[in-house]
């Protein structure tokens, strides 16, 4: 009986709509000034020869109110004919921001406000776009900034709109106290929190300036930092924001320690349609935090290498979430692995990239149109896209497809300045020495680099081009190309000599973590011996040609390649001749491994081997022997140390250097953005062909000194000073070293 009369009724409704229905023959629109009729018929969805009703009618009102053209419409439909009867809003010709000394944060509020120039003038987002500014300007640590709008009409259709700021003065932090840190001591919470204490060799930073978002950071921070040492309901109760008589503020953390939680168990809970065996290896890296205290970048680890078994694996529309049971003071962690719904990569739209080719970002993708959606494979292409280092920012956005079981995604990029500029000197104890180079690393928008070398001491001078494009085939494989001259007058190594050089190479991912490299180079080398040069080295004298090729290897699993702070990197690479009028294989060993002591200390052990051998019965020659850098043995001059033919330092068939270091980042305050770095270096040079009165000492050389690594307004900058501890009679020595390094 109630179907019937649902029945019934809705056949009654469906009359009375079409009774009510009117064929639209004619439309009439007035009031309109700045948008055409033609415009509003389209927004609005307006057609002849259409059967319009009440529905259709609201359609129309609410399409034309979408458009924010218009502050009032109104719609009549009768006797076939639509008017259309429109207010358009004021249009904004200037909008003026008076107060404001810094053009950058003018169009920074330019940027977040919704009322533009040129664009209709809503009176409702007037007071939006107000607290919209104040916020900024809390944001920045001016709290009690004023900000007022006057509209100025120039006609009833057309308005300047002018916005007054007065910023009043900058409110600063001056105390930052914590109460209940039982077990972390405040110096510490202080260098783990954002905030800082108005001192006044903090000039430079802004985090002196209170601000509700710099509390909301600090608040995660802490939260963070307590749950990484295992204080799993660690709790931020409060923070009391109190102004002093001096006008600022004192800031007052209240914390909620609780206990310290252990990892008690570690497994996965995989689903039936995967192959569990898969997952078993697993097993032995869950062993490893048994027992260890819990830390959410525990269990980001172990999710990276679940990730990376399912990449390895090829396993589609996987998805993983994880579980945590707590029980007294520990905790059991389940990785539950299952299957995802399976959609697809309808689209891929790319933003922001205004300088850069699209087909470079699109290179850097790990999957494309057509693909499994899966979010592992968009964190992965996102992260390679970063890897690149021409962007400020990567960001990205899913939305739905055309059909359910489709999806876009959107990728916004912020592209940064990519040129390098960097300088570098030094001092020592016979003259100085002098580096210039310049470097684009988005040559043309396509993600190349180019680079030019300008290296000048007392006894050379080098000079050198570079290209590289560090995804030319799209599967993350490099390549890359030199030229380079050098003309070295050498007094003190008993030869001057020219050089020209041309190569290129190419590097590639082997497996995980590990990288090869092939390489070809041809070189010209013009070798002539000093007067005063002993007979042994006069009879290398003459012009050289060589083709050769060289190849290496690189494992590195540093957890990240600028300042690392655990983790290692080893390298081998090996050149050799293919034709040369006198052929040398030339090796070259070098590892690192860097461990973080404490919060506060990260350790660093580097070591360093080459040598050169000859094919032949002829010596090494002296533009082949081997040298040690004043990078790898601090407080020794380029090339000055090793083997003395009489005056002449002629170089090695070995080098070997061993380095200590302790980087101390938080030894001087942050503001000043420097960290300190202590060393310990060994080395030695050694080894020649021939005549045993060679003085060929198998001293070895120390030294030791401290590195500050300034983060300065026009770049970072490295000042190196250094004493040695042992040394050779021959040796020079180098007590001050300066580098300066900037972008544009």
């Not at 960001?395 to 912020?414: A, F, H, M, T």
């Not at 100085?432 to 070398?453: D, P, Q, R, T």
Request: aromatic content about 10%; cysteine-free.
């Amino acid at each position: 009986m109630m179907g019937f009369l649902t029945k019934i009724s809705l056949l009654i409704f469906i009359l009375i709509s079409s009774a009510n229905a009117e064929v639209l023959k004619k439309i009439q629109i007035n009031g309109n000034k700045r948008i055409s009729d033609e415009t509003i018929k389209i927004y609005g969805e307006v057609e002849l020869n259409k059967n319009f009703t009440e529905s259709e009618l609201n359609k129309v009102l609410s399409n034309l109110n979408s458009t924010n053209f218009f502050e009032n419409i109104e719609i009549n439909l009768n006797n076939k004919t639509l008017k259309i009867v429109v207010k358009e809003y004021p249009f904004v010709n200037q909008l003026i921001i008076l107060g404001e000394p810094k053009k950058s944060n003018v169009e920074e509020i330019k940027k977040l406000i919704q009322i533009k120039s040129k664009r209709p003038f809503i009176k409702a987002n007037l007071a939006k776009d107000i607290d919209i500014i104040k916020k900024l300007y809390s944001s920045l640590g001016y709290n009690f900034a004023e900000v007022d709008a006057k509209i100025k009409e120039i006609d009833s259709d057309n308005l300047d709109l002018v916005i007054e700021i007065k910023r009043g003065n900058q409110t600063k932090i001056s105390s930052i106290n914590f109460i209940g840190n039982n077990n972390i001591k405040t110096r510490r919470l202080k260098d783990v929190i954002a905030s800082e204490e108005n001192k006044f060799w903090k000039f430079i930073t802004r985090n002196t300036n209170f601000s509700q978002n710099l509390i909301n950071l600090d608040i995660r921070l802490l939260t963070n930092y307590y749950k990484s040492l295992g204080y799993y309901d660690i709790k931020v109760n409060s923070n009391a924001a109190q102004l002093n008589t001096s006008g600022n503020i004192d800031l007052v953390y209240s914390l909620e320690e609780g206990k310290r939680f252990t990892i008690n168990k570690i497994s996965t809970n995989v689903d039936s349609v995967f192959d569990k065996n898969l997952f078993f290896p697993l097993n032995k890296t869950f062993e490893k935090y048994i027992g260890s205290y819990y830390s959410p970048f525990t269990i980001k680890k172990l999710l990276e290498e679940l990730d990376e078994l399912i990449l390895n694996n090829n396993l589609q529309f996987v998805e993983h979430n994880v579980q945590e049971k707590v029980e007294g003071n520990s905790i059991d962690i389940i990785f539950n692995v299952f299957e995802g719904q399976k959609i697809l990569v309808e689209r891929i739209d790319i933003t922001g990239n205004n300088v850069t080719n699209e087909s470079v970002i699109r290179g850097e993708l790990v999957l494309d149109e057509g693909d499994p959606f899966t979010k592992l494979n968009i964190e992965k292409s996102i992260a390679e896209i970063k890897e690149r280092n021409i962007f400020k920012n990567v960001e990205y956005s899913i939305s739905d497809g055309s059909e359910p079981n489709l999806k876009k995604i959107n990728i916004s990029v912020e592209e940064k300045p990519t040129g390098e500029i960097s300088a570098g000197a030094g001092i020592g104890t016979e003259g100085g020495s002098f580096a210039f180079s310049v470097k684009e690393n988005n040559w043309l928008g396509e993600g190349k680099s180019v680079g030019i070398n300008l290296d000048v001491n007392k006894e050379s001078l080098t000079g050198a081009l570079t290209y590289s494009d560090p995804n030319y085939d799209f599967l993350g494989n490099s390549i890359n190309y030199f030229i380079s001259s050098s003309e070295n007058d050498v007094p003190d190594r008993g030869y001057e000599n020219s050089i020209i050089s041309l190569g290129g190479g190419t590097s590639f991912e082997q497996y995980k973590d590990i990288k090869a490299n092939l390489g070809l180079s041809a070189s010209y080398d013009d070798l002539r011996t000093q007067g005063t040069a002993s007979d042994a080295l006069k009879k290398q004298a003459g012009t050289f040609s060589e083709l050769s090729g060289n190849y290496g290897f690189t494992f590195d699993k540093r957890n990240r390649a600028f300042m690392p702070t655990s983790g290692s990197i080893v390298s081998f690479n090996q050149n050799f001749p293919i034709i040369a009028d006198a052929g040398y294989i030339t090796n070259r060993i070098t590892a690192s491994k860097y461990n973080s002591l404490t919060n506060n200390v990260v350790s660093a052990v580097k070591f360093y081997f080459a040598n050169v051998s000859g094919l032949s019965d002829q010596d090494v020659r002296l533009s082949k022997r081997t040298t040690l850098s004043s990078r790898r043995l601090r407080g020794f001059e380029k090339n000055k140390v090793g083997p003395v033919d009489g005056d002449d330092h002629i170089g090695g068939n070995y080098a070997a250097a061993l380095n200590f270091e302790a980087n101390l980042p938080n030894l001087l305050p942050e503001a000043t953005n420097t960290d300190i770095n202590f060393f310990l270096d060994f080395g030695n040079v050694w080894g020649v062909d021939y005549d045993s009165t060679i003085d060929d000492s198998n001293k070895i050389r120390s030294s030791t000194g401290v590195a500050l690594n300034w983060s300065s307004p026009i770049g970072p900058m490295t000042f190196i000073l250094s004493q040695n501890l042992s040394k050779a009679n021959t040796d020079e020595t180098e007590s001050f070293n300066f580098n300066l390094g900037t972008t544009f």
